[in-house]
C-alpha cells in the first residue's frame, strides 16, 4: 500500500536479532508468550510516526526445512510479509535477505525501519541516508551496536521497542540508562 506520493514505510524485522536479544541479554531464558513483542504495534507504531502506509517484511530462517506456521499464520493476520528464508549452515540467511531488500530499497520511494541491533546491516542503513529518506532502527538501545548508533550522527533515528514502540504488555527487567523524562520512582519502589 503506497499513498498518492508513493511513500511507503518499509518494517524490516530480523526477529532472530530481537528474540535473541530479548531472551539471552534482557530476560536471561526464553521468553513467555507475555514477555515477547506485540508484533502489530510495531507495524501501528510506523503508520502514526511517519502518517503514511506501512509494509512489513518478517524474515524467519526456515534453513532447517520447517516454519512455525502458527506465528506464521499471526504474522499475516496482523499484517505482515513473513519471508521464510532457506540457505547452508554457514550462511546467516535473515541477514542476508534484509541486506539484498535494504540494497533494493536504494531505488525506491519510501522510507525504512528496521528492527535489529545487529551492525552487520549499517553499511546498507548508511546508503539510505542523506536524501528526503526516512530511516529508523526499532531496537533496545542498550544493545545497539555502534556500527549503527554511529548513524545517529547522519539522520538515522533510533526508538526504543519498549519505551517508545510500546510493544510489550510486561514492564521488562533491563538496566539502561533512563532518560530524566521517562524516570517513575513507583517503579522501584
Not at 29 to 56: M, N, S
Given at each position: 500500500?503506497?499513498?498518492?506520493?508513493?511513500?511507503?514505510?518499509?518494517?524490516?524485522?530480523?526477529?532472530?536479532?530481537?528474540?535473541?536479544?530479548?531472551?539471552?541479554?534482557?530476560?536471561?531464558?526464553?521468553?513467555?508468550?507475555?514477555?515477547?513483542?506485540?508484533?502489530?504495534?510495531?507495524?501501528?507504531?510506523?503508520?502514526?510516526?511517519?502518517?503514511?502506509?506501512?509494509?512489513?517484511?518478517?524474515?524467519?530462517?526456515a534453513s532447517n526445512g520447517t516454519m512455525p506456521m502458527s506465528f506464521v499464520q499471526a504474522l499475516v493476520a496482523i499484517g505482515f510479509q513473513p519471508i521464510p528464508l532457506a540457505g547452508a549452515?554457514?550462511?546467516?540467511?535473515?541477514?542476508?535477505?534484509?541486506?539484498?531488500?535494504?540494497?533494493?530499497?536504494?531505488?525506491?520511494?519510501?522510507?525504512?525501519?528496521?528492527?535489529?541491533?545487529?551492525?552487520?546491516?549499517?553499511?546498507?542503513?548508511?546508503?539510505?541516508?542523506?536524501?528526503?529518506?526516512?530511516?529508523?532502527?526499532?531496537?533496545?538501545?542498550?544493545?545497539?551496536?555502534?556500527?549503527?548508533?554511529?548513524?545517529?550522527?547522519?539522520?538515522?533515528?533510533?526508538?526504543?521497542?519498549?519505551?517508545?514502540?510500546?510493544?510489550?504488555?510486561?514492564?521488562?527487567?533491563?538496566?539502561?540508562?533512563?532518560?530524566l523524562e521517562e524516570f517513575d520512582p513507583l517503579r522501584y519502589l
Amino acid at each position: 500500500m503506497q499513498t498518492d506520493d508513493g511513500r511507503t514505510t518499509y518494517v524490516l524485522v530480523d526477529g532472530e536479532n530481537i528474540d535473541a536479544t530479548l531472551g539471552s541479554q534482557i530476560l536471561n531464558g526464553r521468553p513467555t508468550p507475555e514477555q515477547r513483542p506485540r508484533w502489530e504495534r510495531i507495524l501501528d507504531f510506523a503508520q502514526r510516526r511517519w502518517e503514511q502506509p506501512v509494509k512489513g517484511l518478517f524474515f524467519l530462517n526456515a534453513s532447517n526445512g520447517t516454519m512455525p506456521m502458527s506465528f506464521v499464520q499471526a504474522l499475516v493476520a496482523i499484517g505482515f510479509q513473513p519471508i521464510p528464508l532457506a540457505g547452508a549452515s554457514y550462511e546467516k540467511v535473515v541477514d542476508i535477505g534484509i541486506q539484498r531488500t535494504l540494497r533494493a530499497l536504494r531505488d525506491r520511494t519510501g522510507d525504512v525501519l528496521l528492527a535489529s541491533h545487529d551492525g552487520d546491516f549499517a553499511a546498507d542503513l548508511g546508503t539510505l541516508l542523506g536524501s528526503d529518506r526516512r530511516v529508523g532502527l526499532l531496537v533496545f538501545r542498550e544493545f545497539t551496536s555502534s556500527g549503527l548508533t554511529q548513524l545517529t550522527d547522519r539522520g538515522l533515528e533510533v526508538f526504543d521497542l519498549e519505551g517508545d514502540v510500546r510493544a510489550f504488555n510486561v514492564t521488562l527487567p533491563r538496566l539502561r540508562i533512563i532518560p530524566l523524562e521517562e524516570f517513575d520512582p513507583l517503579r522501584y519502589l
